[in-house]
T-cell receptor, first 113, second 111 residues
Framework: DTEVTQTPKHLVMGMTNKKSLKCEQHMGHRAMYWYKQKAKKPPELMFVYSYEKLSINESVPSRFSPECPNSSLLNLHLHALQPEDSALYLC????????????FGSGTRLTVV | GESVGLHLPTLSVQEGDNSIINCAYSNSASDYFIWYKQESGKGPQFIIDIRSNMDKRQGQRVTVLLNKTVKHLSLQIAATQPGDSAVYFCAESSHGQNFVFGPGTRLSVLP
């Protein structure tokens, strides 16, 4: 079983809704990541938090808003999404600078209607 | 055999045969590489890694080969099993920078 837990596993939301994706890890990792993955494509980096501070935002639209309340939790707040935002959203964590690689959660399958 | 579809290359192998999945990486400065396995409905799972000061590393039933001269990485799976069916991604990192994932290869194990 993965040591990175994501909730919910599936989410259907309308374009006017506000929802949040949640991610939790208890491995003591101080770097956490949000990735977006479309079907038959590799994961694409969205955000990186290092020591609870946002260090990378890969030009993600403002309708996606990340939050890192503490070293174990990572949220992704969603507002006014578009159907093309439908995808698998993956959370990952690692030691700083990715030493020993990333541990991924199972993802949240998001459908925007 | 191997086929390249519109988006995701697919490799089909008989159960019990060895599989070889290839990856060409782009950054000559990349110094750390990882192979991930992604099963349907799950996140990528770490399989094996290799650093640029090595050209071969072995795990349980898996071997990664690195050829820095031609910027090529391969994953060999011995005695392929049905549970090996998945999409395999290589990922590269340079000097602690974030990993960049390759396009992926779907491995299909035939009975």
């Amino acid at each position: 079983d993965t040591e990175v837990t994501q909730t919910p596993k599936h989410l259907v939301m309308g374009m006017t809704n506000k929802k949040s994706l949640k991610c939790e890890q208890h491995m003591g990792h101080r770097a956490m990541y949000w990735y977006k993955q479309k079907a038959k494509k590799p994961p694409e980096l969205m955000f990186v938090y290092s020591y609870e501070k946002l260090s990378i935002n890969e030009s993600v639209p403002s309708r996606f808003s990340p939050e890192c309340p503490n070293s174990s939790l990572l949220n992704l707040h969603l507002h006014a999404l578009q159907p093309e935002d439908s995808a698998l959203y993956l959370c990952a964590s690692s030691h700083p600078e990715g030493a020993d690689g990333y541990t991924f959660g199972s993802g949240t399958r998001l459908t925007v209607v | 055999g191997e086929s390249v579809g519109l988006h995701l290359p697919t490799l089909s192998v008989q159960e019990g045969d060895n599989s070889i999945i290839n990856c060409a990486y782009s950054n000559s400065a990349s110094d750390y590489f990882i192979w991930y396995k992604q099963e349907s409905g799950k996140g990528p799972q770490f399989i094996i890694d290799i650093r640029s000061n090595m050209d071969k590393r072995q795990g349980q039933r898996v071997t990664v080969l690195l050829n820095k001269t031609v910027k090529h990485l391969s994953l060999q799976i011995a005695a392929t099993q049905p549970g090996d069916s998945a999409v395999y991604f290589c990922a590269e990192s340079s000097h602690g920078q974030n990993f960049v994932f390759g396009p992926g290869t779907r491995l299909s194990v035939l009975p």
